[in-house]
């Protein structure tokens, strides 16, 4: 087992601890400032009572990483309350899980977002490359259970075999290579115009900066997008998918060389390596 994941292991039992031990353990690491601004960027309203946007995420995030129950969220709360001085509320679910309807998920992507920006910001300068933010880009389907309010927004992956079929979402993730953080989420339906990977990550054109370097799969491998990239002084590195379209974007000048190296078992199907924007680098796939 490698330091970082033993080190993050050790995180996750002491926040676990701390849960068990009846704290509000996130409230710590989720701020109140960070939480009002996605109140506003949401657009959520609510009355000042006990489940406040505040208390309600600190009390859901706590539930996720007990795996337990509302009833045990509003006991760790009413325990909470206890310690401090105050009046338990009523053991009755019912406010908790309104207040957590009440809660958007534009709330919970700004709180991704702003969670994710202000670790990578911190960072040391060591731990990016060369002085460059790596920004890592992946997306993945999920499913879902088949109700109407699901089915209206998500289609089932499979029209025609409806009750045997689940509503599919897409997701794309930016991220952190150097912090691991998210700093950017997109959710949309899994079929439809503008639905696709290329699609959503156009949506996140105004989180890179000059200087920028994309990392991504053979999905994101397109001459329009590193076009557009390059366009912004962002450089990418992604795993070709074809010869023929590596082939073609070194004649429109886009990656100024491109040469082959074979492996020690390969001569018949070369390995291509490309040295991107004249910089000194040699990317094997």
Same mark, same amino acid.
């Given at each position: ?6 080190? !993050? ?5 002491? +926040? ?5 031990? #009846? ?11 960070? =939480? ?9 309203? !609510? ?13 859901? *995030? ?5 795996? #337990? ?10 325990? %909470? ?8 509320? $009523?053991? &009755?679910?019912?406010?908790?899980? $309104? ?20 670790? $990578? ?27 109407? &309010?699901?089915? &209206? ?15 599919? +979402? ?12 998210? @700093?950017?989420?997109? =959710? ?5 115009? #503008? ?8 949506? !996140?054109?105004? /989180? ?17 997008? =590193?076009?557009? @990239? ?8 992604? /795993? ?10 070194? /004649? ?7 040469? %082959?190296?074979? #492996? ?9 390596? *490309? ?9 094997? !796939?």
């Amino acid at each position: 087992m490698d330091r970082t994941t033993n080190r !993050f292991r050790c995180q996750v039992q002491q +926040v676990q601890e701390k849960i068990e031990a #009846g704290e509000l353990a996130f409230s710590s690491c989720v701020s109140s400032d960070i =939480i009002q601004e996605a109140i506003e960027e949401s657009g959520v309203t !609510f009355r000042e009572r006990i489940y406040t946007p505040w208390v309600t995420l600190w009390l859901f *995030l706590c539930q996720v990483m007990s795996k #337990g129950a509302c009833a045990d969220a509003v006991s760790q709360l009413n325990n %909470y309350r206890l310690e401090n001085g105050q009046e338990p509320c $009523s053991p &009755e679910t019912k406010s908790y899980c $309104s207040a957590r309807l009440k809660l958007p998920e534009t709330f919970y992507q700004s709180i991704f977002r702003q969670l994710g920006n202000r670790a $990578s910001q911190q960072s040391p300068e060591a731990w990016k490359f060369f002085g460059r933010e790596v920004k890592v880009v992946d997306g993945t389907t999920a499913s879902m259970p088949e109700t109407e &309010e699901n089915c &209206e927004v998500f289609p089932l992956a499979d029209p025609e075999r409806a009750g045997l079929s689940f509503p599919l +979402v897409r997701l794309l993730v930016l991220f952190s290579l150097g912090v691991g953080t998210v @700093l950017e989420l997109a =959710i949309s339906p899994y079929r439809g115009k #503008g639905t696709g990977e290329y699609a959503m990550l156009r949506e !996140f054109a105004d /989180k890179f900066e000059p200087n920028d370097i994309l990392l991504g799969d053979t999905g994101f491998c397109s001459y329009c997008h =590193i076009a557009e @990239l390059l366009q912004r002084g962002v450089d990418s590195v992604v /795993k070709a998918e074809r010869t023929r379209l590596l082939q073609l974007i070194a /004649k429109k000048n886009w990656l100024r060389t491109m040469y %082959y190296i074979g #492996g020690p078992n390969q001569t018949a199907n070369p390995t291509p390596s *490309l040295a991107m924007n004249s910089t000194p680098c040699r990317i094997k !796939f």
